[in-house]
């Protein structure tokens, strides 16, 4: 069967080659809704950019390295899959990294895209870096402040996690817990703690946070440190979706009842159950937010100064069967 070329996507889409193309490079030129025509044109016909061309003119390796804490997490192997299909759509490949907890790991990464081996990179780090670590390369950031010329790919954190507890006490919430891990470096995921704390405020409630820094793996400990505390709660914001399963086998192997006994609201919810089924939740949108991230690097990497520092999307909110 004949492989697809540019001048099928171009006709299908109904614009010139040379208009392909700058969607390829991501060119700001482009209207949203022609990108859109070409890149559902280039899927639906599956067509493979021709990149080596490219490669040798530009000195460019088209790959996009990814690093995250680590890939067996619901969050961060949906993030990866998100960004494959969004940076393939635009003709590059990934090249994808688990810091494992060991900022050297992350440092590599940085040295490969200063040596050329990568483009570019997206980073989800736990550690502190010097901003001139960044100097001269392309990288964007979700969630992490790295530096002020980092752009940032984030939730609507404070706004979400604000409309979730009150969402709670809506519901007659009144002893309402905060479950939660803590970034070591500076996040916009702090935000989320801060929301409740001036929920609870607001509402005259006395708030109950546990909040600690653990590793990803270890969010059990959490979850059983807020239960040992004894303390009487009807409500639970939680931070995260592996704290969120966590807590539901604790409260699944016990004898209190979901949503009578207690509601629950999560960010991220349940990624292992297809959704949000059991939790009510906090999703964020995972594809557009991979597809900023892809469309910011690639300006970077073509040597555009002038890119949204902060890209900021709602959550979508899910009703679960943990509330009322």
């Keep these: 069967m004949r492989q697809p070329t540019i001048k099928d996507v171009a006709q299908k889409a109904g614009v010139g080659i040379g208009t392909v193309s700058r969607v390829l490079n991501d060119s700001p030129q482009i209207s949203e809704e022609t990108k859109k025509r070409v890149l559902s044109a280039i899927k639906e016909l599956n067509y493979v950019p021709n990149v080596a061309g490219k490669r040798l003119s530009k000195n460019k390796s088209n790959v996009i390295a990814v690093l995250v804490p680590v890939i067996n997490h619901p969050f961060f192997s949906k993030l990866i899959a998100e960004l494959e299909i969004a940076a393939d759509l635009r003709g590059y490949s990934l090249l994808v990294a688990s810091s494992q907890h060991r900022i050297e790991k992350e440092n590599e990464i940085l040295r490969r895209v200063a040596q050329n081996e990568a483009d570019g990179a997206i980073f989800v780090t736990h550690y502190q870096h010097n ?5 001269n390369l392309a990288v964007v ?5 790295l530096g002020k010329d980092i752009p940032i790919v984030t939730s609507n954190n404070y ?5 979730a507890v009150e969402y709670l006490i809506q519901k007659g919430c009144q002893r309402i817990a905060y479950l939660g891990t803590k970034p070591s470096q500076a996040s ?14 607001e509402h005259h409630l006395e708030p109950l946070v546990i909040n600690e820094d653990v590793t990803h793996g270890e969010e059990s400990s959490v979850v059983n440190h807020l239960f040992e505390r004894k303390e009487k709660f009807d409500g639970i914001f939680v931070s995260g979706c592996t704290l969120a399963s966590s807590l539901y086998d604790r409260i699944e ?9 207690l509601q629950i609201v999560s960010y991220d919810g349940e990624f292992q159950n297809g959704g949000a089924s059991r939790i009510t939740t906090l999703e964020q949108p995972l594809k557009k937010m991979a597809e900023r991230c892809v469309e910011l690097l690639i300006k970077l990497i073509n040597g555009e100064k002038d890119v949204e520092p902060m890209n900021i999307f709602d959550c979508h909110f899910i009703k679960g069967k943990s509330t009322k």
């Design 131 to 135: 901003e001139e670590e960044f100097k």
């Design 253 to 261: 192997s016990g004898h209190i009842k979901v949503p009578e006994d």
């Design 188 to 201: 916009e995921v702090s935000l989320r703690e801060k929301a409740y704390q001036d929920v609870m405020k």
């Design 159 to 163: 706004e979400a996690s604000k409309a």
């Design 141 to 145: 950031s979700i969630d992490r402040h």
